[in-house]
């Protein structure tokens, strides 16, 4: 990018720190050095697979008793099908449902159709708010997800009159990252912003820069793309009030540090 491009970019000058984990953080890092970002990564969350797939094995050899099957995450749908596909076909009448369109476009890298998606909020509360999740009694549904998580989804749809299981493909970790290198980059003022995509992020980001990074941390104003993030930054005494991108997706991310620069600007 040459020096006048680099000026009227967007965020030319902005450094921003990106949480995802290493291996999902790439896309968002060049959408952000494309609008003149400095990205700075600092991976908090590891993905890794469950210590015991026993339970994930036999549902996945009688996936056919399904009639829908949820992914709650990219992450869920790539070990998912993965997992299921090393055992069987996907049955052709289990309809797939997806929390948000990230999922959606997981399963389309892999030659599937999301046959639920929500359409405007990405999240659990806009999934239960389709038609197909409020006829449900009688039904049998899956979730894919990582261990822990909500229990929202599963609740109401068992209030709904469905069984439901959960078939859990991954866990998330604690990473060993730099944290050393982190706080250097906070002491030069280097990092303006930062990113995070769930609560278990802000949690983990929190700890890791232990009690001296978090006099900048807490001052740093912070994206976010819940408002229950949102909520928790409150808890752990985050200075400013986060900006809460659309959904997950790493465009509404960029989009939301944008709407972030220019009230800094306006």
């Known amino acids: 990018m040459g020096r006048a491009e680099q000026q009227e970019a967007p965020l030319a000058g902005i450094g921003v720190l990106v949480t995802r984990p290493a291996q999902q953080a790439e896309r968002l890092c060049a959408l952000l050095e494309a609008e003149g970002a400095c990205a700075i990564r600092f991976p908090v969350l590891e993905i890794v ?9 036999d549902i996945i050899d009688r996936l056919e008793s399904f009639d829908i ?3 709650i995450s990219p992450n869920a749908v790539k070990r998912a099908i993965n997992c299921i596909q090393a055992r069987r076909a996907i049955p052709a009448a289990l309809r797939l449902a997806a929390v948000g369109r990230g999922s959606a476009r997981a399963l389309a890298q892999l030659g599937l159709e999301a046959d639920i998606v929500p359409v405007a909020r990405f999240n659990s509360e806009a999934l239960l708010e389709l038609e197909a999740m409020q006829q449900v009694a009688g039904k049998r549904i899956v979730i894919f997800r990582g261990e ?3 229990e929202l ?4 749809l068992r209030q709904r009159g469905a069984e439901v299981e959960y078939a859990e493909v991954y866990r998330r970790v604690k990473p060993k990252s730099d944290v050393a290198g982190l706080l250097r980059h906070w002491a030069r003022g280097d990092v303006d912003v930062v990113t995070v995509t769930s609560n278990d992020s802000l949690r983990n980001l929190y700890d890791m820069v232990g009690q001296l990074g978090r006099q900048w941390l807490q001052q740093t104003p912070l994206v976010v793309v819940s408002e229950r993030t949102r909520a928790l930054a409150a808890e752990l005494g985050f200075r400013q009030v986060p900006v809460v991108a659309s959904e997950a997706s790493d465009e509404a991310i960029v989009r939301a540090v944008k709407e972030w620069r220019m009230a800094q600007v306006a």
Request: charged share 20%; net charge negative.
């Open 49 to 57: 697979s469950p210590d015991d797939t026993g339970v994930l094995n």
């Open 153 to 156: 989804l599963a609740e109401t």
């Open 69 to 71: 099957a949820i992914f």
């Open 148 to 150: 822990g998580g909500r």
